[in-house]
């Protein structure tokens, strides 16, 4: 009789089941040889609570949503970029406040210059100006200037980071669509990217909000803030923790290793070896 060999556990459902296509890297036997079959990956797969596997659509579409919040959030970093007066003012890494003879003044430090509001005026200063020593400490200025340069690449990479991951999760939402490289590329980008962006806020708040002056000309503190980009920022980091632990407790179905097995056992019948079966060891199976 005809030998007749299909993947476990497949249905008219599985077949009909929508799902995202697998990267093209998959298609290239070394490549997936490399990113999908190894032991590493596999055992990284598997890793999980297969219960959460009953749940895998709501939990990953969840994980999909809190990234597309992410993507959103990381967007008002980069809006501080502009050099457009309100654009400062309302994607600030950075404010400040604080009172001269009975005034108020504020500040607004974004990441390609700072908006200074005191005595009725308003003044949209570029770091390149020569005119940021009059209105702010000189070395204050320099320092936030460096910092904000430096932040650039951070603003920009955050937001480019956070599409891959928003992909991983809907990419793992079905269980046919799911992968062992994608569980470790989800870990692996959330966890660099975590660590990677904390250490840059960290970075620009020693470098500018710490090294500006905590006094006024006239004597009187200045009190200093998180800007709305820096928050949003922060936020977005802290969402990459929970997209980590989501894909560390989600696992690999079984059925994408039954598949890859029952793909070597293929490749194996074309060239004539002999196809072991698992009921009476090595040879054809007949019925």
């Not at 070394?30 to 190894?38: G, M, R």
Request: with cysteine; glycine share 8%.
């Amino acid at each position: 009789n005809d030998l007749r060999l299909r993947p476990k556990h497949s249905n008219q459902h599985e077949e009909r089941q929508m799902y995202s296509p697998h990267p093209p890297c998959c298609q290239i036997p070394a490549c997936k040889k490399c990113s999908e079959t190894n032991q590493f990956c596999v055992k990284l797969g598997s890793c999980g609570i297969r219960k959460l596997e009953d749940y895998r659509a709501r939990i990953m579409l969840f994980a999909a949503l809190l990234s597309f919040g992410g993507i959103v959030l990381n967007t008002i970093p980069v809006v501080a970029i502009s050099e457009d007066r309100e654009a400062r003012k309302a994607a600030a890494w950075v404010i400040a406040e604080s009172t001269v003879n009975g005034t108020d003044s504020n500040f607004w430090f974004g990441l390609s210059g700072v908006v200074v509001q005191q005595f009725g005026e308003t003044q949209n200063i570029d770091w390149g100006n020569a005119q940021c020593d009059e209105s702010i400490d000189e070395s204050g200025c320099e320092e936030c200037r460096d910092a904000s340069e430096s932040a650039y690449s951070t603003a920009i990479m955050g937001l480019i980071t956070s599409i891959p991951q928003f992909l991983t999760d809907i990419q793992r939402s079905t269980p046919r669509g799911d992968l062992n490289c994608q569980k470790f590329f989800g870990i692996a980008t959330g966890t660099i990217g975590f660590f990677s962006t904390l250490y840059s806020i960290g970075t620009y708040l020693g470098s500018c909000r710490d090294n500006l002056p905590t006094e006024n000309i006239a004597g009187e503190d200045i009190e200093y803030g998180l800007g709305p980009a820096l928050l949003c920022l922060i936020v977005a980091t802290f969402l990459k923790v929970i997209d980590v632990i989501i894909h560390i407790l989600v696992p690999v179905p079984l059925r994408n290793e039954d598949k890859d097995n029952v793909d070597l056992d293929v490749d194996e019948a074309k060239i004539g070896a002999p196809v072991a079966s698992k009921r009476g060891g090595a040879g054809s199976i007949t019925s």
